[in-house]
């Protein structure tokens, strides 16, 4: 079955997650996918520990499948004249290098949409390719630090906690590839391709929109809240006879099912409890009920009790709880595959289901180098050629 990507070529210049994230989800909606490495290292992301194989660190595999890998040295005359050959056929090109780089190698947009009028170009960064910080280098940690994500999460009398999942750096790549989708469209209209810019730094100003907008109502800093929500309470985790369990009462038609169920009936229309705002007024009292009724039985029990009447909870599961829920198996969202030197392995499909058609790894990720021939083929570079390159380290 043909996927909607189908005959969309794309130049992965990028490295480490936004970008590579961007270009597989291309890849896997069926956009024939480049990733153009560099000689000897690749993207480095494949030195990050743990390595199924050599080369293969889990980060790379979690971003690169259904790509094919050329090496090239694109400081050199003869590796900027690859790219640019594979530029004038290709329909979108993504790089990630710090601001003035892609212009010294000549991939920049000017430079590539110079050469093909309908190439979609989009350029992500760390802090953006204009003001103060645009030569910053920024990784996920860093913007979490610098946009004051890291101010609100943690224990209030705690230390400063990252986000394990990279939240911004991934965002990012979603928005780079909304971005590519929404110039693909358009270029059927106008025949014209166009450029994209993605900064980590406006991806994190994004995700915190309701967080400013409370900022600016509210004029303090928001506490650190744990894993409670400043606007809403009880909306946190609790300690149930055997271990954590996550409540979401959201508003006050759920507060009176929660009630019912948990014994707390009495205090249901307490003045101090009776709406959302005066629990968040009366936080501490209002958890403190919250906390002694939960603490009488048994996660499942308050689980299963709950779900029943609608009322929003989770058990706190852990990594391989999750893999092994019935939910997770049923989902089809863990795709298997063999890998040519890493053997079989798993990974996450992509996370939207088109037209219900089940998920497929397709290509594994790639080795350094796997399809420089190959590709290099497909333009019109001859084996002579080919090889002269590899012996001057042009390629590899």
Partial sequence: ????L???????????LAGPLCAQYLGD?????????????GDETRGWPPFPAPGLGTVFLSA???????AVDMKTEKGREIVHALA???DVAIESFGTGVAERLGIDAATLRGLNDRLIHCSISGFGRAGPLKNSPGYDVILQAFCGVMSMTGDEDGGYIRSPISPIDQMTGVHAFSGILALLYAREKTGQGGEIQVSLFETALGLLGYNLQTFWE?????????SSHESLCPYQAFEAADGPIMIGVANDSLWRKFCGVTGL??????????????????????????????????????NEVLTGVGVPCAPINSIAQLLDHPHTKASGIIVDYEH?????????????????AARQAGLPPPVLGQHTDDVLGEIGWSLETISELRRARVIG
């Fill in 88 to 90: 004038k056929s290709a």
């Fill in 29 to 41: 909606l069926g956009a024939d996918i480049i990733k153009v490495e560099t000689v000897g290292q």
């Fill in 218 to 226: 509210r004029g303090v800093q928001p506490p650190k809240c744990g």
């Fill in 340 to 356: 040519q030197t890493a053997g079989r392995l798993k990974g996450v499909g992509h996370p939207v289901l088109i037209n219900r």
């Fill in 6 to 16: 189908t005959g969309v070529r794309v130049l992965d210049l990028s490295k480490v």
């Fill in 1 to 4: 079955m043909s996927k909607p």
């Fill in 265 to 302: 009936n009495a205090i249901v229309d307490d003045p101090k409890f009776r709406t959302n705002a005066d629990r968040v007024a009366y936080r501490k009292e209002a958890l403190d009920h919250v906390q002694a009724a939960l603490r009488q039985k048994s996660v499942a029990h308050w």
């Fill in 64 to 70: 690169n499948r259904n790509k094919r890998s050329i």
